[in-house]
Each structure stands twice: as structure tokens, then as C-alpha cells.
């Protein structure tokens, strides 16, 4: 069965297409700057080509038309016509509480993603055009949704509600959420295959760090806590968001610069985090290369961002009353060698032997960070939350046949 994945945003639609009898990658690709004036495809096949086509490509349906155009190409195509695609799952940013798991989409499932439109504003209002699009596109064809909410469903209320009076979570649905729930999952369930030990056995504290940036306190293959909340902006410094910060600055920030609440959502979302506080970019590798060439805010900025990390992975310690591994995944965890090691730095209170030569070393596999013996497992683990969603549509589409 082939299965085409597909992650929407309100200007981009990346895609993976997986044949799922090897659960093997047969292209991926993406379309950037949709509904601007030049347009980016981007489409990859392993080993055979790369194309980047710059057209004007004003909506999601033209876009998911292009990339059937390209997948079933001459040249650059790996399906003879688009009858071959059998399923379509889309990444679902917010799920709220209606979604503790993955689902096949049907009208009763797309009204409660439109109902959930004002929790996250950014996210599934794409989405949505996303599944309209593979709709007016490949109408006979099943999709599911799968959700980055849905992992973290399982926290207890302690976890997940605000301080604030109830009314807010009764009437709103004013509670934590949690997001990047895929990539924790699967991270967590490999992180346990590659030690060799029950999933049910393990306290795990697993730090997605990528432009977007989660930790999640995972109990016996449970998330019991995790550091965004109500929307993707709590917890952890990111690229371009401040994570955790006391409310009272928000109206202070509109009083004594007379912003409006747009423009201070906007400041926080899109204009803070690593961008902010070194003043050069919100891409880790630019700020690691100006520190490391003596930039003192970028070097403010890459210490205020691992000194977060550590106090996240330390809280979560104290929640689990312990921690059996620690895990980096996602741009940053993956690839940031310096960036684990200023984290693990201060942890060696948890018994952590951090082993300097390992972490330096490259490689797309799962691998251990600390020394043989160490109290605490470091591992990195690279992600991979398209797999899980191509893993979850084939499930779902093949048990309902
Ligand atoms: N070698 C590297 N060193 C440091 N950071 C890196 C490296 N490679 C990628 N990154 C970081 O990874 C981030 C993107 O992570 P990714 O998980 O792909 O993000 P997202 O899916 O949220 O867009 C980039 O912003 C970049 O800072
Ligand atoms: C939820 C979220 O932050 O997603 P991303 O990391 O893709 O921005
Ligand atoms: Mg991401």
C-alpha cells in the first residue's frame, strides 16, 4: 500500500510518500511560499533525483496538485498514475480533548478540526486546506489525522490545568495540551527498543528540540508532563518563540510600547526565543557559528536556551522522583553536539557520565551519549514523525476494510 503523507501549513505543504510493505520513502518533497508570487516545489527521490520548480501556486488544491503532477512525472515521477496512492495522512497540530488517537477523517471529525480552529489559529485553519485539497484532488481515496495533541492525553489534571478559575477551562477549554506527541512517542518506544527494556519499565525525559521545542516526562511509556501548553508558545526558548514567561508582561508590554494584542502575540511567537536575545538569527547553526567566533548575545542566547533545557530535565526528574534516560531529538537535538553537551553539563548531580567522544560522533542511527555503566542513558534518537503518521493510516485504513 502507498501512502502519502502530508504535513499543511498556512504557506507550505510538505509531503512523504511510503510504500508501506517496506515502510520505505519513495519521495518527499515540499511546496513553500504557497499563495506568494513564486512558489517553491522542492521534490526528492532517493538517489534519482531533485527537482526545485518555481511556479505560482495560489492555493493548497493547486499545490496538492502539483505534487500528484510530480510523483506521477516521467522523470522525476515513482508512481504510474495517482490511483496508486491508497491513503493520505495529515500531521494534525491540535487535537484538544476530542482526540485521544489517530482517526479516519469524516464530516463529524472535520467539523470538531474546525471547532478547534480558535485553539490554534495557526495551525488548523491549514490544515484544513490541506485535507480540502487532497479531497477536490483524490476524492475516493481514505485520509486519517493524527494529531500531536493525542500522546499527551494521558496527563493527569495536576499536568494539565491552569491556576486560573475554572470557569475558563469549562466554558474554553483553557487547559495544557502538549504538542510534537508523534515525535515523543516514537522517540520514546525507540529509545526502549535500543536498550533492550520494557517501555513500561522506563522513566524517560525526551527533548524534541527543533525550530519548534518540547520536553515531555514520559511514565512507563506514559506523557505525564510535558513543557508547552495551550498552544505550541509555553515551556522551553525556541528559534523564534519565548517560551515561559510571566504573564503580567503581556499587559505591560501593551501599555508602555502601545502594542495591540495581535502585534504582542506576534512579538512572542515570531520575534523572540534565539532570534530575540542573540539578535542574529533563530537558526541554532548561525548562533552557535557567532559564538563561536566571540558574539557575546549570541553566546546569552545559546546559554539561556540549554540553561532551560537543564531546568526542565531537572523538574521532570523531581515529577518522576527519577529518570532512567534522557533523550535529544529533532533539528537541533540530532545534529547540535555542543548544545547536548552545555545540557548534560550540569546533570552529572543524576549520576550522568557524559561520555565527550560519543556525543561527538555522527550518525542517522540511535545511539547512547553516556559512558557504559552511567545511572542516567543519554541516547540521541533521530525522529521520525512521518513514519508514525504512514504507520497509522495503514492501520486504521487496513482495519477498516
Ligand atoms: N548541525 C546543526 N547544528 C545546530 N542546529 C541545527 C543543525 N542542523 C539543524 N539545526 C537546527 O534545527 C532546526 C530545525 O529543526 P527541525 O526539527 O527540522 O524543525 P521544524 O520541524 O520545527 O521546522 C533549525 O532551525 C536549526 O537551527
Ligand atoms: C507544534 C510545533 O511547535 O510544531 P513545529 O515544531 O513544527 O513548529
Ligand atoms: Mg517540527
Redesign the pocket.
Known sequence: MNILVINAGSSSLKYQLYDMTTESVLAKGRVERIGMESSILTHEVEGRADVREVSEILEHTTAVRKVLDMLTHRSFGVLESIGDIQAVGHRIVHGGESFKESVLIDADVKLEIRNLFDLAPLHNPAHMMGIQAVEANLPDVPQAVVFDTAFHQTMPATSYLYAIPKVFYRKHKVRRYGFHGTSHDYVSKQAAAFLGRPLEELKIISCHI???ASCTAILHGKSYDTSMGMTPLEGLMM?SRSGDLDPAIVPFAINKEDLTLNEVNSMLNKHSGLMAVSGIS????EV?EAMESGDENARLAFEMYAYRIRKYIGSYAAAMNGVDVILFT???GE??AV?RKRVCEGLTFLGLDFDEERNELRSSETRSITRDGSAVNVLVVPTNEELLIARDTYRLVIGKE
Do not use: F
Open positions: 527543533g525550530n519548534g528559534g533563530s537558526d541554532m547553526r552557535v529533532a533539528g537541533v545534529n547540535s548544545l
